[in-house]
């Protein structure tokens, strides 16, 4: 692969769609709806591989005792370079960067930067009770299958999939703020362009932000690099403080607990007491727990018969 790469990571509903369309307005990027590559395809191999290697170290069994591991990663690369060159067909001109967009690649980032350790890595940041309230209202409609339908488990997918983040070995990290993209668009996207060591000229940053106004994109409900017309309400109004509306003080007061770490370490500020455990919480873990222990039980049960 000879074309520099770009991933875009970070929690769905963060406005990754929104920051991929304004980058690949350039003529130099090209990209595609998110392919899955590393998360829905590789990350299994490398799951089976993992476990090879912890299993059956003595037995010979598996492509571990066929291949080394730098063997390995070159099989996979033979797969993601045939899918992300795939991108670029039909291009005029070789591109400055293949972008691809899949927010589950944040869990599995480290291997993703083993196979391509040039890679740039562009991780938008949105505060967790925007993030939460747009997961719920796409549970609500569109989103449905996916979707997380109570604040709980939506703090705990913000919390861990920027914590994968923060945690990866990658030191080519460029963090992206939703909310300073969102106030002053045009300055974010200058700063990722030169980042990325692009010299887009203002006339043509300024068009690009013109072609991807959110009130635009709820409109057409496309962007500038597909012709597919995204699902109803998948544009919201994208507002800075809009959770202030749609989340209860019991929701608030959930998110903030569980992600008041890494919120801290973002620079957002709490409107309630974030630690002080939620009784909700509670009650939710304590039911986790015993469900738990249920299951343990049983499997001991049909293990014995």
């Known amino acids: 692969m000879n074309t520099p790469l770009v991933f875009i990571v970070g929690t769905q509903r963060s ?5 991929q369309s304004l980058m690949s307005s350039y003529s130099g990027i090209v990209t595609a709806q998110e392919t899955g590559c590393f998360s829905n395809y590789l990350f299994f191999l490398d799951r089976q591989w993992s476990f090879e290697i912890s299993k059956y170290e003595e037995r010979g069994v598996g492509l571990t005792h066929l291949f080394d591991r730098n063997e390995f990663i070159g099989l996979c690369r033979q797969f993601s370079d045939s899918v ?19 927010p589950h690649n944040a869990f599995v980032l ?13 991780h938008l940041v949105r505060d967790p009770r925007s993030v939460c309230a747009s997961l719920k209202a796409a549970n609500k409609g569109w ?15 913000w919390e861990k999939s920027n914590s994968a983040v923060m945690n990866s070995n990658s030191s080519n ?34 068009r690009i932000v013109e072609l991807n106004d959110i009130e635009n994109l709820k409109k057409t409900r496309k962007t500038s690099f597909d012709d597919t017309v995204e699902p109803e309400d998948f544009f919201r109004s994208g507002k800075i403080s809009g959770w202030k509306d749609e989340l209860s003080k019991s929701d608030i007061r959930i ?10 370490d973002f620079g957002y500020q709490f409107s309630m007491n974030a630690y002080k455990k939620p009784f909700r919480l509670m009650a939710r873990e304590s ?17 014995s018969i």
């Open 143 to 157: 989103g449905k299958a996916w979707a997380p339908s109570s604040s709980i488990p939506a703090s705990r997918l």
């Open 255 to 264: 998110i903030e607990y569980l992600c008041k770490g890494l919120m801290e």
């Open 84 to 102: 992300l060159m795939k991108i670029s067909d039909g291009c005029e001109r070789i591109p400055d960067y293949i972008l691809e967009k899949t």
């Open 15 to 19: 406005g990754s769609t929104w920051l």
């Open 110 to 122: 480290d291997f993703i930067l083993e196979i391509y350790p040039k890679a740039h890595v562009i």
């Open 173 to 206: 990290i460029y963090r992206v703020f939703y909310e300073d993209l969102r106030i002053d668009t045009r300055q974010e996207l200058k700063k990722i362009y030169n980042w990325l060591g692009l010299k887009v000229e203002d006339c043509e940053v300024d």
């Open 287 to 303: 039911f986790e727990a015993l469900e738990w222990r249920i299951k343990k039980l049983s499997h001991k049960v049909i293990g």
